[in-house]
């Protein structure tokens, strides 16, 4: 149900109802924001605590329907082709990001040559079509070059033949890579509005495991005034290139004092979940405040550390009685829950703790995802 709200308060449609769209939702409530998902179906995390419309993200007329009840749209995801964008875009459709911004996030090809026009550290990267790599020596990383998250669509190819084996298998055109033997893996959030002010949050170490990410601390322990800055800066040249409207998060690897780009995400992003509780602005009111073209907001911590872990499906699926628990043992402890169906390797959740023990709250919070999941049960 699309709901009328008081007048000068502007209507905003997100295209996608998942968890993002549901965090959104909160921060859009808190600034009068009228704000609709676009859903696939009723069940959708979004659709279950807030307005909804069903439709097809894919669908051209599906979205310029839903685009005639508000006076902007955005994005949950980078789903959307890119056809379908310009069309929309062709139609009158006030949305963003724009869909010559989107390419570098649903093509990684485009990203690839993007960051070496833009000088920023690339991994080296040749394409895989038709001729085999000449200067890329194995062990390498090949990806699909548009489609993949999650670590899907990403493989590590230690010889030819398994990289003939794997073109053979997708028959596709393939990212390659060389690997990079980096120390951790860090993303930075950034924000940019249509008038080109620009915020940045202190760059959050990431940790993954098997392409998905289980945890984040921020900041990143013991970086370098220096490479913060260095981050932060490298995101925001990204940005502007891109002609940025929102949220961004720039996945990268570390290693020492040097870092490589590795992906782009045009939306607010797992590893800026923190920023719920670990920052003065979080990155969902953010990410409205930009679209709609308001003074971003300060993304100053509110704690020395913040840590996020990710609440990974398993065979438990009563999410709710484990509160007992954890809340009695750690009071500060945040939770969130997404409302979806509990399965195998699925984000269904998070808990967010801050403070100014960094181990002990690395300690607590693997101890609450555990305890959630059904890992540990004391």
């Not at 393939?174 to 120390?183: A, G, T, W």
């Not at 925001?236 to 995400?265: Q, S």
């Not at 045009?266 to 990410?287: A, C, D, K, M, Y």
């Amino acid at each position: 149900m699309v709901q009328n709200f008081p007048n000068g308060f502007p209507s905003v449609g997100v295209i996608g109802a998942g968890q993002l769209a549901r965090m959104m939702m909160v921060s859009a409530n808190d600034l009068g924001i009228n704000l609709v998902a676009l859903a696939q179906n009723e069940n959708d995390s979004a659709a279950l605590i807030g307005p909804y419309l069903l439709g097809d993200y894919k669908e051209l007329e599906d979205i310029k329907n839903f685009a005639k009840k508000f006076d902007l749209l955005t994005f949950e995801h980078e789903l959307t082709p890119i056809p379908t964008l310009k069309s929309l875009e062709k139609s009158g459709v006030h949305f963003y990001p724009h869909p010559d911004s989107f390419k570098y996030s649903q093509d990684k090809i485009e990203m690839r040559n993007l960051m070496q026009k833009l000088s920023l550290p690339n991994p080296k990267y040749e394409i895989f079509d038709f001729q085999l790599p000449s200067n890329l020596p194995y062990p390498l990383i090949a990806k699909l070059p548009t489609g993949g998250y999650d670590g899907r669509g990403v493989w590590k190819i230690d010889q030819e033949s398994e990289l003939l084996a794997l073109k053979s298998k997708t028959n596709a055109k393939l990212l390659l890579e060389e690997l990079i033997d980096f120390e951790y893996e860090a993303s930075v959030m950034v924000a940019r509005s249509p008038h080109n002010q620009v915020a940045t949050w202190p760059p959050t170490k990431t940790i993954q495991k098997e392409g998905i990410c289980v945890m984040t601390i921020t900041p990143i322990p013991n970086i370098s005034s220096e490479l913060s800055q260095d981050l932060q800066l490298a995101a925001i040249e990204i940005a502007k290139a891109i002609d940025l409207v929102g949220v961004m998060a720039v996945e990268l690897f570390v290693k020492g004092n040097t870092f490589y780009i590795n992906e782009l995400a045009l939306r607010p992003h797992n590893s800026g979940h923190w920023s719920i509780e670990g920052s003065v602005t979080s990155q969902f009111e953010q990410h409205l405040r930009a679209i709609l073209d308001l003074p971003l907001g300060d993304t100053s911590l509110t704690a020395p550390h913040t840590v996020m872990g990710n609440i990974l499906g398993a065979e438990k699926t009563d999410l709710y009685r484990p509160y007992l628990h954890l809340m009695a043992r750690n009071p500060k402890m945040k939770f969130h829950q997404y409302g979806k169906e509990v399965k195998p390797g699925r984000k269904v959740g998070h808990v967010t703790l801050t403070g100014d023990n960094l181990m002990q709250m690395i300690l607590e919070v693997e101890h609450a995802v555990d305890y959630m999941n059904g890992k540990i049960d004391e």
